[in-house]
């Protein structure tokens, strides 16, 4: 980029899109900070990277009639021929803007509102990009601990079970050196005749198919 289209775009604060400093035309421009502009209505949804750019601009209240009198000088500007001096250029536009009762004025008035309210609406996007990402992240922290109480849960509730079979399986020794007093014989015959106890091997008992 020239000295002179650098002072160019100084001259105006920054109403002009910066591109970068090399000749690759695919490099994405630098965008100037502008003055804030506030919606006036509900900014559209951008899927994909499609963006409504007409919803945009009648988000921010930028006139509908000034808007289409700056597509026409954009596409006068468009008809133009490509070898064309710039200053020959802008007469020819500006004097076909005057035979049409425009002020070239109220044209750059709506361009730099256009950008101004592109402006605004990349800023307000990122700034609810990082609002959301903000809100994600504090929701996956909860999460993430919620998961980690969780496991903690489930390995206490684990650990608590072998300590508990561990507990009635030295308990269920103990009894049965009581059992063992008395003998097999014995202990089968108690067994059978009891309307409290199930026999092992009987329907109902426990392992028994």
Same mark, same amino acid.
């Given at each position: 980029? *020239?000295?002179?289209?650098?002072?160019? !775009?100084?001259?105006?604060?920054?109403?002009?899109?910066?591109?970068?400093?090399?000749?690759? &035309?695919?490099?994405?421009?630098?965008?100037?900070? &502008?003055?804030?502009?506030?919606?006036?209505?509900?900014?559209?949804?951008? *899927?994909?990277?499609?963006?409504?750019?007409?919803?945009?601009?009648?988000?921010? !209240?930028?006139?509908?009639?000034?808007?289409?009198? +700056?597509?026409?000088?954009?596409?006068?500007? #468009? &008809?133009? /021929?490509?070898? &064309? #001096?710039?200053?020959?250029?802008?007469?020819?536009? $500006?004097?076909?803007?005057?035979?049409?009762?425009? /002020?070239? #004025?109220?044209?750059?008035?709506?361009?730099?509102? #256009?950008?101004?309210?592109?402006?605004?609406?990349?800023?307000?996007?990122?700034?609810?990009?990082?609002?959301?990402?903000?809100?994600? *992240?504090?929701?996956? *922290?909860?999460?993430?601990?919620?998961?980690?109480?969780?496991?903690?849960?489930? $390995?206490?509730?684990?650990?608590?079970?072998?300590?508990? +079979?561990?507990?009635?399986?030295?308990?269920?020794?103990?009894?049965?050196?009581?059992?063992?007093?008395?003998?097999?014989?014995?202990?089968?015959?108690?067994?059978?005749?009891?309307?409290?106890?199930?026999?092992?091997?009987?329907?109902?008992?426990?392992?028994?198919?």
């Amino acid at each position: 980029m *020239s000295e002179n289209k650098k002072g160019w !775009g100084e001259t105006v604060l920054g109403w002009f899109v910066v591109r970068p400093e090399r000749d690759d &035309t695919d490099a994405e421009p630098l965008t100037t900070e &502008t003055p804030v502009m506030e919606p006036v209505g509900d900014l559209p949804t951008a *899927s994909g990277g499609a963006v409504d750019f007409e919803a945009v601009f009648t988000a921010f !209240g930028v006139d509908q009639e000034a808007r289409e009198r +700056l597509d026409k000088a954009r596409g006068l500007l #468009e &008809t133009l /021929p490509a070898g &064309t #001096e710039p200053a020959v250029k802008r007469q020819i536009v $500006e004097a076909s803007l005057k035979a049409f009762g425009v /002020p070239f #004025e109220k044209i750059i008035e709506t361009a730099c509102e #256009e950008i101004q309210a592109l402006d605004s609406y990349q800023r307000k996007g990122a700034a609810s990009l990082q609002a959301f990402c903000d809100d994600a *992240s504090r929701r996956i *922290s909860g999460l993430e601990d919620e998961i980690r109480s969780i496991r903690a849960s489930m $390995e206490k509730q684990a650990t608590d079970q072998k300590l508990s +079979l561990e507990a009635c399986n030295r308990k269920k020794l103990d009894v049965q050196r009581v059992l063992e007093f008395f003998g097999p014989e014995t202990v089968g015959r108690v067994v059978r005749d009891s309307p409290k106890l199930i026999e092992p091997g009987a329907p109902g008992a426990a392992g028994a198919r």
